[in-house]
């Protein structure tokens, strides 16, 4: 990987656009002059004066009720150390994303120039007014735990530390499940700690607080092994402090220990230590972004242990976001006066009872496995997993109301899950799923047009990303140059050049003469079009070299799938292919079609493509619900578009009576399921809007994306073309280096979608198909 390429890229990210990642945006309308006479002077003096006879209306009227700050001083920002209030900035405003997007939480960070308690604690106390909620960030230890304890005593709204706790609860129902499954009992098993920072604190407080005794815990911190003899141990610290003579290293503790805990540095643990161990031991090593020790050489020491990091790459990630989001999300709800132990207890049991359920096949999809159940490598859910905003959040706000500290009570529970579930829409964390997804089983994914800088940046990040694997199509020259001028490093990628005489040509040549002998082309000719890198590498997807083909960022759309229709040609069953857009909206994903292939199909035609996309729309795991689009709504005018969408739904309706489709009908009642019930009560779509926008042609669709796309601020990811028997992709004319990643996403998804579709099946599959 290239380091200075990957520090431009984080830096780009932040400065490009808009500086930073998060911004206020209006959630009432200011189109107006009313509007604004309501929003500010003279209309806002009304809720001012309801709140000062009532301060509690101040949730009623203002956001304070979703609204948590993300407070740091910058004295200890991620491994980076003492960097200041300013340098801390950007990992707050991620974790304010984070909590956005997992929770649906605003946030404002504030970046305080204070070190000392007093200080700290005075200017976070003076805000209390404006949140519903404070997460301390990043502050050292021990002040840490003194700005904690005071907030928390000082103020009436939830404070939490997520350095400490976030771990803690994480961590803590990790350790549950696993002495489940390892047949250990909390109160039984011996524990080694390694580190005694915050967050370590914390998780063993935790701990002891689920069961485990604290004779059975030894803790070091840099310095060797906690005693009461040392003399450089703070209060809170000398609490872990063992007398046990018989233990001078970490070498020593972990003889027959069941359990070991780093929060820590890298690779402090060694395969001898492993091998010491109790039976089945358990080893959580969340340093980050090296573990104590490696997670293959752990595995490969012990086949009995249990195993978990702070990375996503292994199983078992101990990730912060698995509670933080949720647990503010649940103590908003309920307007807490606190976040207090029984709370993080109800979230600690909640997660670890999560892992034990049954796994939703969309997470199942997001990580590209068909079974992951609880055993040892499933010990506490995964972060895309949108049941954890139910299941924890609820689990939190009813410890708040049983412990006292709730001040607003849930009664309809009911209407709360489906409240939370509203929240988090899908937005783009169906392009998150898609990715994880990917990255599971990569796929050769061959470029036509590698001597462009988009094209080999993007190849870069999928092949750093695990995305996908390159192939590199044109002029090696021309590539290496462009690679070297831009500082881009694609490792031992494969570049051919079909120019010049290279492997497989004839094979190539003779298959594209059989193909199109009829059609006049001779094998010389064969040949010759072999040298356009679209049919070049439309036979090696033909020919099982390549998984997906990508092309189209500097030619227009037909001559770059021409090719690929000549060579690799459709689905069996499908009758014509179709283009697809996936726009990525603030109320969700909604899918255009068709928008790049048919000009003007017939009714037919509009019937095959509605069948196609509806078919891919559920590979996305998305029930789709599909309007035919025109400018009528249910024959309220006529015309050769109305009368042509109207006779596409009543085939439909009778060849396909299991699709919920309708029209037709404008798009604005498509997109308003409250403007369709009041008018047309009796549109198969009542309930809930579609996501699936059948276009009556081709200008439309595609004048409809682009507008959505430049002035709505949708995000379009395509188009996808739908119908070929292999993977080919055709990009946006050009399309940004994002773009041109989340196609190639695409494409892998789609290869591992028809391989598995491909493979022979068993005689038990084939009874079940019948």
Not at 227 to 253: G, S
Request: with cysteine; net charge neutral.
């Amino acid at each position: 990987m290239n380091k200075n390429n990957r520090k431009q890229d984080a830096l780009n990210y932040h400065s490009q656009g808009r500086p930073g990642k998060i911004q206020v945006v209006p959630t009432k309308p200011t189109n107006s002059q009313r509007d604004l006479t309501m929003a500010y002077s003279p209309g806002v003096a009304e809720p001012c004066l309801r709140i000062a006879e009532n301060v509690e209306d101040v949730y009623k009227y203002t956001a304070k009720g979703n609204l948590v700050a993300v407070i740091s001083n910058g004295t200890a920002v991620l491994g980076l150390g003492n960097i200041g209030p300013e340098a801390s900035k950007p990992v707050m405003e991620g974790k304010g994303l984070l909590f956005k997007i997992y929770a649906d939480i605003d946030v404002f960070d504030l970046e305080v120039n204070a070190k000392s308690v007093d200080e700290f604690v005075t200017i976070v106390k003076a805000l209390e007014p404006t949140f519903g909620g404070v997460n301390l960030e990043d502050i050292s230890a021990p002040t840490c735990f003194e700005i904690e304890r005071r907030l928390k005593a000082e103020m009436n709204i939830p404070v939490m530390h997520d350095d400490q706790h976030g771990t803690a609860i994480i961590s803590g129902a990790a350790l549950m499940n696993a002495c489940e499954i390892q047949g250990k009992k909390l109160d039984k098993i011996k524990m080694v700690v390694n580190g005694a920072g915050a967050a370590a604190v914390s998780c063993t407080k935790m701990y002891l607080s689920l069961g485990v005794k604290k004779e059975n815990l030894v803790m070091f911190d840099i310095n060797g092994l906690l005693t009461p003899e040392r003399t450089d141990l703070d209060d809170i610290r000398l609490e872990f402090a063992t007398t046990r003579t018989d233990i001078k290293t970490l070498a020593d503790a972990m003889k027959n220990a069941d359990v070991f805990v780093g929060l820590s540095a890298a690779n402090v643990v060694d395969a001898d230590m492993l091998k010491s161990m109790a039976k089945k031991p358990i080893v959580f090593a969340m340093a980050n972004p090296v573990p104590e020790v490696d997670y293959d050489l752990a595995v490969q020491t012990r086949d009995d242990i249990i195993m978990a990091t702070g990375r996503s790459d292994f199983p078992n990630q101990v990730n912060n976001v698995l509670g933080f989001p949720y647990i503010f999300r649940g103590a908003l709800d309920v307007r807490a006066t606190a976040i207090n132990e029984a709370m993080k207890i109800a979230a600690t049991h909640a997660i670890a009872e999560m892992a034990k359920k049954p796994v939703p096949e969309a997470v199942n999809l997001a990580y590209n496995t068909t079974n992951l159940k609880f055993g040892r490598d499933y010990i506490i859910p995964k972060p895309m997993d949108q049941r954890l905003i139910v299941e924890v959040s609820s689990a939190v706000a009813k410890a708040a109301m049983e412990s006292g500290v709730a001040r607003k009570a849930i009664t309809d529970w009911e209407a709360y899950y489906e409240e939370l579930r509203s929240r988090l829409g899908t937005n783009d964390k169906l392009l998150r799923n898609l990715t994880n997804k990917a990255k599971q089983n990569p796929k050769r994914v061959v470029f036509a047009e590698a001597d462009n800088y988009k094209i080999l940046r993007s190849a870069q990040i999928v092949k750093e990303e695990g995305i996908a694997t390159p192939i590199l199509l044109g002029n090696e020259d021309k590539i290496r140059r462009i690679m070297r001028e831009n500082d881009l490093d694609l490792g031992d990628v494969q570049i051919i050049d079909p120019r010049v005489k290279c492997e497989n040509m004839e094979e190539y040549a003779e298959f594209l003469y059989q193909k199109r002998q009829r059609r006049g082309v001779t094998l010389f000719e064969a040949r010759k079009m072999l040298s356009d890198r679209n049919y070049y590498g439309a036979c090696m997807v033909q020919f099982g070299r390549a998984d997906a083909l990508i092309s189209g960022l500097t030619k227009n759309y037909v001559p770059t799938i021409k090719p690929a229709l000549q060579i690799i040609g459709t689905e069996d069953g499908v009758n014509r292919v179709a283009g697809m857009y996936m726009m990525i909206t603030q109320k969700g994903p909604v899918f255009f079609g068709d928008t790049t292939v048919n000009e003007n199909p017939t009714v037919q035609e509009l019937v095959d493509i509605t069948v196609l996309i509806e078919r891919s729309v559920k590979q996305f795991n998305i029930n789709p619900r599909v309007a035919v689009l025109s400018y009528s709504n249910f024959g309220s005018n006529d015309g050769p578009i109305p009368e042509k969408t109207r006779e596409t739904v009543k085939l439909l309706h009778k060849q396909c009576p299991d699709m919920v489709v309708d029209g037709d009908m404008q798009a604005n009642f498509a997109l308003n399921s409250d403007l369709l019930a009041d008018n047309f009560p009796f549109s198969t779509l009542n309930g809930k809007p579609a996501n699936t926008l059948i276009f009556p042609n081709l200008e439309s669709g595609n004048i409809a994306y682009k507008l959505l796309q430049e002035i709505g601020g949708a995000e379009a990811v395509g188009p996808i073309l739908l119908g070929m028997k292999k993977p080919v992709h055709v990009l946006q004319l050009g399309s940004s280096v994002r773009e041109i990643v989340n196609m190639i996403t695409i494409a892998v998804v789609d290869a591992q979608e028809k391989a598995e579709a491909s493979k022979p099946k068993g005689i038990f599959d084939k009874l079940k198909g019948k």
